[in-house]
Nanobody
Framework: QVQLVESGGGLVQAGDSLRLSCAAS????????MAWFRQAPGKEREFVAA????????NYVDSVKGRFTISRDNAKNTVYLQMNSLKPEDTAVYYC????????????????WGQGTQVTVSS
């Protein structure tokens, strides 16, 4: 079992950068694929990015390719989301999730979730 705690959200202007972190508890962190999802007001939670347990395989939604980078440090039990060139449409609550398959993009495919961190991008 793993518990997840996100941090790093905030209010920024369009074009700025933020780095989100997700700290995991549990000795089996390195066996999980990790992902970031986001949920804007009035919208469904959507997949953003995922990374395999080794870090060698990464997957992104088209809207963030070239701007966001997912990474992980298994020694620190932490996964990151570096977000550059932020846009107002990136505004959402960002959630960290753990699962078994880094190619999974549906919320139902991830068994563990954090509480979320708010990212607000002003124009």
């Amino acid at each position: 079992q793993v518990q997840l705690v996100e941090s790093g959200g905030g209010l920024v202007q369009a074009g700025d950068s933020l780095r989100l972190s997700c700290a995991a508890s549990g000795r089996t962190f390195e066996t999980y694929a990790m992902a970031w999802f986001r949920q804007a007001p009035g919208k469904e939670r959507e997949f953003v990015a995922a990374i395999s347990w080794s870090g060698r395989s990464k997957n992104y939604v088209d809207s963030v390719k070239g701007r966001f980078t997912i990474s992980r440090d298994n020694a620190k039990n932490t996964v990151y989301l570096q977000m550059n060139s932020l846009k107002p449409e990136d505004t959402a609550v960002y959630y960290c999730a753990a699962g078994s398959n880094s190619r999974a993009i549906r919320t139902s495919e991830y068994g563990y979730w954090g509480q979320g961190t708010q990212v607000t991008v002003s124009s």
